[in-house]
């Protein structure tokens, strides 16, 4: 813990006194494709891949650090309200969000129209968790109030105000939540039955709370993930099942783990930091037991990454970054991103040619066929759209 708050304490000092402002431009130009050469990787049981790097695409054989020209895509502005809580529905394609200065939901269909949700207005949501298939939704308020609304049936389910931080079971029928006291051992992991309300606890959380990240897995069989540092450059993940499980933990090298699990459930993407890296992001994809892990020589945060299917993956990546950003994305802001499309099976990572390139992403998205990227920028607000060309 020394160790850690030693860093955050020289990273204020670097950013208030040392950082220079940003005149730094992007090192590689619009329209290339990039196949990381010396991608890393440790363990290997069969279900995941191995890297190959003689990959042909459109009759073209790609070698590590080859690049060639491509066609650029457009950004078009789907969102001229700033949308908070964008979340896509990957069967129907629909996009939900909340806008702010109206209090109502809406979605946006694959034809680009605009549907209210409800007639009912919610005033001055702060935070939004939607169930898998978007139908419902966990609201937080100012007032420290909780509700699961469902959109389809227009009921209610009132939370406990103490319940911290969601996420909802596959199916949609459950949700997971942290259960916060002024006693640690009233501190727990519960799981709730939204038509029965029937609740369940998990784990006990003590005062560990922040190393707890609720991430229902497609199985249903994972819960969450519980994070504790082992050495200055590792970390131990534990699988923290429904039913007290014994799963077995994974070591991962770096800091700062936040994981995503990919739609089946069998791999799970990943960001960390250490100090070989000058603690910037490096993003990695393992299984789910950890018997093969992959540094996918990909600098960002695993929040700005989505799946469209288990092996391929679109991320928001910074044009660049200075030491130190990955213990706090925030400090990225500022930064513009291009959008890689990873094929995590072939090893091979391209940048999206864009027309501009001026965007922060805050969430990105993906069609389940893979053929529409949306984002929300994180400076704006606002809701883009790009068609994917094929090539």
């Known amino acids: 813990m020394f160790f850690l708050i030693s860093i955050m304490f020289g990273f204020l000092i670097y950013i208030m006194f040392f950082r220079s402002f940003i005149t730094k431009p992007p090192t590689e130009e619009p329209g290339e494709i990039y196949i990381p050469p010396n991608a890393?990787?440790?363990?290997?049981?069969?279900?995941l891949p191995k890297p190959d790097t003689n990959t042909n695409t459109n009759n073209n054989t790609n070698t590590p650090g080859k690049t060639?020209?491509?066609?650029?895509?457009?950004?078009?502005?789907?969102?001229?309200?700033?949308?908070q809580g964008a979340s896509i529905n990957r069967k129907t394609k629909d996009i939900v969000y909340y806008d702010k200065k109206e209090g109502k939901f809406y979605k946006i269909d694959e034809n680009g129209n605009k549907i209210l949700l409800s007639e009912k207005t919610f005033f001055d949501v702060q935070r939004i968790t939607w169930s898998k298939d978007n139908n419902k939704a966990v609201l937080e308020f100012p007032d420290n109030s909780k509700i699961i609304y469902d959109f389809q049936k227009e009921?209610?389910?009132?939370?406990?105000?103490?319940?911290?931080?969601?996420d909802f079971s596959q199916d949609s029928k459950k949700i997971i939540s942290k259960n916060k006291d002024s006693i640690r051992d009233n501190n727990f992991l519960v799981t709730t039955n939204i038509d029965t309300g029937k609740t369940k606890i998990v784990s006990s959380v003590g005062d560990n709370g922040n190393k707890f990240q609720l991430a229902w897995s497609p199985d249903n069989q994972i819960v969450a993930f519980f994070v504790k540092p082992v050495d200055f450059n590792h970390q131990e993940v534990f699988f923290i099942g429904q039913n007290e499980e014994n799963f077995r933990s994974v070591i991962v090298d770096g800091l700062g783990f936040k994981g995503k699990w990919s739609p089946s459930g069998d791999k799970i993407l990943f960001s960390v930091y250490d100090t070989e890296n000058n603690f910037l992001p490096n993003l990695w994809v393992m299984t789910k037991s950890g018997a093969y892990k992959k540094n996918l020589g990909i600098e960002t945060w695993v929040d700005k990454c989505a799946f469209a299917n288990d092996n391929i993956v679109y991320c928001g990546v910074p044009q660049?970054?200075?030491k130190m950003m990955g213990l706090d994305p925030s400090y990225a802001l500022e930064i513009n991103d291009d959008i890689y499309k990873i094929d995590i099976a072939k090893n091979i990572t391209k940048k999206i040619p864009l027309e501009t390139t001026y965007h922060n992403v805050q969430k990105i998205m993906v069609s389940n066929d893979g053929k529409k990227v949306y984002f929300v920028d994180s400076r704006t607000g606002r809701l883009y759209e790009i068609n994917i060309k094929e090539y």
Do not use: A, C
């Open 320 to 322: 660049y970054l200075e």
């Open 68 to 83: 060639r020209k491509l066609p650029k895509n457009k950004i078009k502005k789907i969102s001229q309200e700033k949308v």
């Open 155 to 166: 009921k209610q389910l009132t939370l406990p105000k103490n319940w911290e931080e969601f």
């Open 40 to 47: 890393t990787s440790t363990g290997y049981n069969g279900s």
